[in-house]
């Protein structure tokens, strides 16, 4: 089987029901990890940077090669790939709602790191997400068939 295709059982009613193989599932979770601690070390840079950004161009130059900044950059660059590749092994619809839990990392890492107020509101739709993302996560990841496969 290829890397992050999903796995085809037969039920009883002939229909062949998709389940989510392991290779897709670590690659969520690099998705999401990338993207939470991607974005929290970009935040994280960006605050404690030490030049005036409206300064100089060369300010945006020394920001960018930052520690902070470079390590955000880097995972977000791999949080891109991985990302493109999940999307070739399953739908849309399926990708962006279950790896959406990074919404909710990122929260509790702004409450906890950046001392940000999050208010009722924001916890509200930080729950919604969890709840939209714990259903769609019981769907079926695959609904199409892949461009090629049935000689198109």
Avoid: C
Wanted: hydrophobic share 50%; net charge positive; proline share 3%.
């Amino acid at each position: 089987m290829a890397a992050g295709r999903m796995v085809a059982e037969r039920s009883e009613t002939g229909v062949a029901p998709r389940r989510i193989d392991f290779k897709t599932r670590v690659l969520t979770a690099v998705v999401v990890i990338a993207n939470v601690l991607g974005n929290f070390s970009l935040s994280w840079g960006m605050k404690h940077q030490v030049a005036k950004l409206a300064d100089s161009p060369l300010a945006y130059i020394q920001t960018i090669f930052s520690p902070w900044v470079l390590l955000g950059t880097t995972l977000l660059i791999l949080w891109l790939l991985a990302r493109m590749t999940l999307l070739s092994w399953a739908d849309l619809s399926y990708v962006l709602p279950v790896t959406s839990i990074g919404y909710v990392f990122t929260a509790f890492l702004g409450k906890y790191f950046f001392g940000e107020q999050i208010t009722w509101q924001r916890w509200l739709g930080t729950a919604a997400i969890t709840v939209g993302m714990i259903l769609v996560g019981l769907t079926t990841p695959n609904t199409t068939a892949r461009v090629g496969a049935s000689g198109q």
